[in-house]
């Protein structure tokens, strides 16, 4: 397949106007998968469904998003992505509406599934940026389209509290909505025309994916390391909302929502990780990360009945888990550069396969033990993903070329 090589450094590159526009898009096509997470009670109570059953609302998401990975984003590797981009804000932007007039919860959760499945277009950014950056920055650029994205999952919790408390949970779908339309005619405007690529039929294409995964073991370990690591991401956000909604706490969807902004220093260390990438500390620093979320979960069991010590484990969890996921994405970007939409595809659908299994974890336990049995699963899922990063650093995980600073670059 013929890579597109477009010059970084003219107006085809990663401008600071498009890695900015990058990461705001991405940010908000993110941000569809996470509205409903402050929300569970509220909505519970309007359509008539337990609190477990709402969380599932959560984890059909996560699996119409895995899905539309798999589907969708390897075609940013043959397509025009200028057409590919906006294409799937428009259609994410249909299932938004159709979810802000979902009758029942049955509609509602197939709508859900609708949105996950086309708000896939983060994941064709980030390669995208990927591509146009120069390879001495990459790191950088990735790091800041990510952080965007992280920004994006965080807020989103906060906004979508207070639109609900304002409008109801209905309004939010169609602010979301509006938002993609809107950032689909602009991502039109600014992505620029690239060379045309060889055209792969799509079985081939999807195909490919497998492949990949099958013939790189530093893929593989990859992916277990960023599947292990949103699975408790995603176990620990959603049990919080079931933690911040009872007594203790008793908090409204507004002040859960606003508990999300801690999460922010995430996004801060998404940025500057990828910094760390770009001066080959990847593989060490990586290791750091995943101890921080262990960290993470043992302040959050220890500290289930006071909001300080909440807000501390979220941000070390952030922290942890953003850096983690910058540092695995960006090893990947080096490994084929032809091949970088389908890599991200099988990262990305690793992490959100992690991601639903975390969901639906943090409801079952949740009903077996409360707050201390989810803390104690995410804690047994961090201290696994650390002793898979242990036994691989030296190995599956090293850069070739013996160092990061030449995966950083490209080079093979």
């Given amino acids: 397949m013929t890579p597109q090589t477009p010059n970084p450094s003219g107006p085809h590159g990663m401008t600071t106007g498009r890695t900015l526009l990058f990461a ?5 096509a993110v941000g569809n998968l996470y509205w409903a997470q402050p929300l569970l009670d509220e909505i519970a109570a309007d359509l008539h469904a337990s609190s477990s059953l709402a969380g599932l609302l959560v984890t059909v998401t996560q699996v119409g998003y895995a899905l539309g990975i798999l589907l969708v984003v390897p075609l940013g590797d043959v397509l025009d992505r200028r057409r590919l981009v906006p294409g799937v804000l ?5 299932a938004l509406l159709l979810a802000s007039v979902a009758p029942s919860f ?3 959760l197939g709508a859900l599934g609708l949105v996950g499945l086309t708000t896939v277009a983060g994941q064709l950014l980030t390669p995208l940026a990927g591509d146009l950056a120069d390879p001495a920055a990459r790191g950088r650029v990735v ?3 990510a952080s965007g994205m992280l920004t994006g999952i965080l807020v989103s919790r906060t906004v979508s509290g207070l639109v609900a408390q304002v409008a109801g949970w209905r309004a939010i779908y169609v602010v979301a909505a509006v938002a993609a339309l809107v950032l689909a005619v602009l991502l039109r405007r600014a992505i620029p025309h690239l060379d045309r690529r060889d055209r792969v039929p799509y079985p081939q294409l999807i195909g490919s994916v497998f492949r990949a995964v099958a013939h790189h073991r530093s893929v593989q370990v990859t992916l277990v390391l960023g599947a292990s690591a949103f699975a408790v991401f995603t176990m620990f956000w959603t049990a919080l909302t079931f933690l911040l909604s009872a007594p203790p706490f008793g908090y409204s969807p507004a ?4 508990v999300g902004l801690a999460g922010l220093t995430g996004a ?3 940025q500057r990780v990828g910094r760390l990438h770009d001066r080959g500390l990847s593989v060490p620093v990586t290791g750091t990360a995943l101890a921080l979320g262990l960290l993470s979960l043992v302040v959050a069991g220890l500290g289930a009945r006071s909001i ?3 807000l501390v484990a979220v941000v070390l969890l952030d922290v942890g888990v953003q850096a983690a996921n910058v540092l695995n994405q960006t090893r990947l970007f080096a490994i084929d550069p032809a091949a970088r939409s389908r890599l991200n595809t099988a990262f990305v659908t690793g992490n959100f396969i992690g991601g639903a299994v975390g969901s639906a974890l943090a409801s079952v336990l949740w009903g077996l033990g409360g707050w201390t049995a989810v803390t104690i699963g995410g804690a047994v899922l961090f201290g696994f993903a650390l002793t898979v990063w242990a036994v691989h650093r030296r190995g599956a995980l090293a850069p070739p070329g013996g160092g990061d600073a030449a995966a950083a670059a490209g080079r093979p």
Avoid: C, F, R
Avoid at 24 to 28: P, T
Avoid at 90 to 94: G, H, I, T, Y
């Fill in 143 to 145: 790091g800041t389209v």
């Fill in 255 to 258: 002040a859960i929502g606003l």
């Fill in 106 to 108: 049955g509609v509602l």
């Fill in 24 to 28: 705001v898009g991405g940010g908000a």
């Fill in 308 to 310: 300080v010590v909440v």
């Fill in 90 to 94: 428009v259609a994410s932007a249909v």
């Fill in 268 to 270: 801060v260390a998404a």
